[in-house]
């Protein structure tokens, strides 16, 4: 059997996924192939932040409020494609732990243009009363649209979502794709598919293909814990980012939350370990110590992200091969940016319209 598809997208991650759905938005026909799992890389966490303040200084994020308001817009519209919630709209607060911290947050706030109701500074004593027990010296900000995701949960829904919509997803399979104009052509179990176009949205392997050997990729090693409180429920419903972040993806009524993450740039193997165990414990220490006194640690997942030099993701189309792009890069942020740049990038493709410098493949590759 022959399969014929405008596009092919590999890894079915956050990047691959939006694209798909950006893609088939625009009525086209794709197609998805992920070598493991859906959302088994890197993009799977089990808990993350959608939050528009980042860095220790708390800085808003490139095209923030557009960013934002793609993901959130996702994350409502296939959420009937699961069976348990994946995501919750409970905020994000974000103590300073140091008066350096503090004096860095509290500039950065007063010099930003923030929308109405996105982003408070509190004072240290406002803090500690919406969150008993946590470390905080002089203030810091609470994110009113802070959005906690279970992002592994999110991506199944959207694969089912995609499904649904007639884009073709085939698991399992790692690919040898031959360059045959104006085709690219893959061989699968009997079936041979056609793409006029080919995505590269692999992530971390994308390192390992020869194509992509010229990007300054820098690959990261990411691990989340979930802790079981053991004394009853918590005493919050938010999420907080201080060292790492908590994501808080059950609510009070609950007795687990997920601490992340480490940021190792030099690792032996892509397991969790013991390393990230002990780093995790220690950075919930210093944020809430008495919870972390009386926390276990029931599971360990980690992943392994690409960076680039200006920590944005890398978008466009090979400087050889007019038909042959990648969509990587998205880092620790690829829930905040995913889906708006899945669209810019679809955009670009049907339409022609400009891709915007700071993410585009050219500051990497030049004009070919």
Same mark, same amino acid.
């Given at each position: 059997?022959?399969?014929?598809?405008?596009?092919?997208?590999?890894?079915?991650?956050?990047?691959?996924?939006?694209?798909?759905?950006?893609?088939?938005?625009?009525?086209?026909?794709?197609?998805?192939?992920?070598?493991?799992?859906?959302?088994?890389?890197?993009?799977?966490?089990?808990?993350?932040?959608?939050?528009?303040?980042?860095?220790?200084?708390?800085?808003?994020?490139?095209?923030?409020?557009?960013?934002?308001?793609?993901?959130?817009?996702?994350?409502?519209?296939?959420?009937?494609?699961?069976?348990?919630?994946?995501?919750?709209?409970?905020?994000?607060?974000?103590?300073?732990?140091?008066?350096?911290?503090?004096?860095?947050?509290?500039?950065?706030?007063?010099?930003?243009?923030?929308?109405?109701?996105?982003?408070?500074?509190?004072?240290?004593?406002?803090?500690?009363?919406?969150?008993?027990?946590?470390?905080?010296?002089?203030?810091?900000?609470?994110?009113?649209?802070?959005?906690?995701?279970?992002?592994?949960?999110?991506?199944?829904?959207?694969?089912?979502?995609?499904?649904?919509?007639?884009?073709?997803?085939?698991?399992?399979?790692?690919?040898?794709?031959?360059?045959?104009?104006?085709?690219?052509?893959?061989?699968?179990? /009997?079936? #041979?598919?056609?793409?006029? +176009? !080919?995505?590269?949205?692999? $992530?971390? *392997?994308?390192?390992?293909?020869? @194509?992509? %050997?010229?990007?300054?990729?820098?690959?990261?090693?990411?691990?989340?814990?979930?802790?079981?409180?053991?004394?009853?429920?918590?005493?919050?419903?938010?999420?907080?980012?201080?060292?790492?972040?908590?994501?808080?993806?059950?609510?009070?009524?609950?007795?687990?939350?997920?601490?992340?993450?480490?940021?190792?740039?030099?690792?032996?193997?892509?397991?969790?370990?013991?390393?990230?165990?002990?780093?995790?414990?220690?950075?919930?220490?210093?944020?809430?110590?008495?919870?972390?006194?009386?926390?276990?640690?029931?599971?360990?997942?980690?992943?392994?992200?690409?960076?680039?030099?200006?920590?944005?993701?890398?978008? /466009?189309? #090979?400087?050889?091969?007019? +038909? !042959?792009?990648?969509?990587? $890069?998205? *880092?620790?942020?690829?829930?905040? @940016?995913? %889906?708006?740049?899945?669209?810019?990038?679809?955009?670009?493709?049907?339409?022609?319209?400009?891709?915007?410098?700071?993410?585009?493949?050219?500051?990497?590759?030049?004009?070919?």
């Amino acid at each position: 059997m022959s399969l014929t598809f405008d596009y092919c997208i590999l890894g079915a991650g956050l990047a691959g996924l939006s694209l798909a759905d950006s893609l088939q938005q625009q009525g086209l026909e794709v197609c998805v192939i992920e070598k493991g799992e859906i959302g088994s890389g890197a993009s799977g966490t089990p808990g993350g932040l959608v939050n528009p303040a980042t860095g220790r200084r708390a800085t808003k994020s490139w095209k923030a409020e557009a960013c934002y308001e793609a993901i959130a817009k996702n994350l409502q519209k296939v959420s009937s494609y699961s069976d348990t919630p994946y995501f919750r709209n409970n905020g994000v607060l974000r103590p300073a732990i140091t008066p350096k911290m503090a004096g860095k947050m509290r500039e950065r706030y007063e010099e930003t243009t923030w929308n109405e109701g996105w982003c408070h500074w509190m004072s240290e004593q406002e803090i500690k009363e919406k969150h008993p027990g946590i470390t905080c010296v002089e203030g810091g900000l609470w994110l009113p649209v802070g959005i906690s995701v279970d992002a592994g949960r999110y991506l199944q829904a959207l694969a089912s979502y995609l499904q649904e919509k007639g884009v073709h997803i085939i698991t399992g399979l790692k690919p040898e794709p031959v360059r045959s104009s104006p085709y690219w052509e893959i061989d699968h179990d /009997g079936h #041979h598919i056609q793409t006029k +176009n !080919l995505v590269y949205a692999t $992530g971390f *392997g994308t390192l390992s293909v020869d @194509y992509w %050997k010229d990007i300054d990729f820098h690959p990261i090693k990411g691990q989340v814990a979930t802790f079981r409180f053991e004394s009853g429920e918590l005493n919050f419903d938010h999420s907080i980012s201080s060292l790492g972040y908590i994501a808080n993806l059950k609510g009070k009524e609950e007795h687990t939350f997920i601490q992340g993450s480490t940021y190792e740039h030099d690792f032996d193997d892509i397991q969790p370990s013991a390393f990230g165990r002990d780093y995790l414990r220690k950075r919930l220490r210093r944020t809430l110590p008495v919870l972390e006194e009386d926390s276990e640690i029931v599971s360990q997942w980690a992943g392994v992200r690409v960076s680039t030099p200006n920590r944005k993701p890398v978008l /466009g189309r #090979h400087p050889e091969f007019d +038909n !042959l792009h990648l969509f990587a $890069g998205l *880092g620790s942020k690829g829930l905040l @940016y995913g %889906k708006f740049l899945a669209d810019h990038y679809a955009d670009h493709l049907v339409n022609g319209t400009d891709l915007f410098e700071e993410i585009s493949i050219q500051r990497m590759v030049g004009n070919g």
